[in-house]
Nanobody
Framework: QLQLVESGGDLVQLGGSLRLSCVGS????????IGWFRQAPGKEREGASC???????????KYADAVKGRFTISRVSAKNTVYLQMNSLEPEDTAVYYC????????????????????WGQGTQVTVSS
């Protein structure tokens, strides 16, 4: 059974950067579309970014409008890890960040709908102070 563990969350100042890591165990993450989601207090969980299964060494990525141009998602298959590089952080980015894995779709499939994901990590807290 696939297990996901996130890390890298921290307290940073406005305009700062963080890199979140999602490490998989029990199965290779290359079999899954991987998404990063976030949930702020009192708000619904929302998708930030996702990356498709790799095909011939490349993957398709998708970003929510709120993070486009500031966040970058990437895979390192050899480490069974998906990263989320977050730059120019804003207080509105404060949330618990979760990674999730989606199985059983095509190699280029991407979605930011949390209900489609099958496996979830425990989350990591990101706090951006102004």
């Amino acid at each position: 059974q696939l297990q996901l563990v996130e890390s890298g969350g921290d307290l940073v100042q406005l305009g700062g950067s963080l890199r979140l890591s999602c490490v998989g165990s029990g199965c290779t993450l290359d079999y899954y579309t991987i998404g990063w989601f976030r949930q702020a207090p009192g708000k619904e969980r929302e998708g930030a970014s996702c990356i498709s299964k790799p095909s011939r060494g490349t993957s398709v990525s998708k970003y929510a409008d709120a993070v486009k141009g500031r966040f970058t998602i990437s895979r390192v298959s050899a480490k069974n890890t998906v990263y989320l590089q977050m730059n120019s952080l804003e207080p509105e980015d404060t949330a618990v960040y979760y990674c999730a894995a989606l199985a059983g779709r095509g190699v280029s499939y991407t979605t930011l709908r949390p209900g489609e994901y099958d496996y979830w990590g425990q989350g990591t807290q990101v706090t951006v102070s102004s």
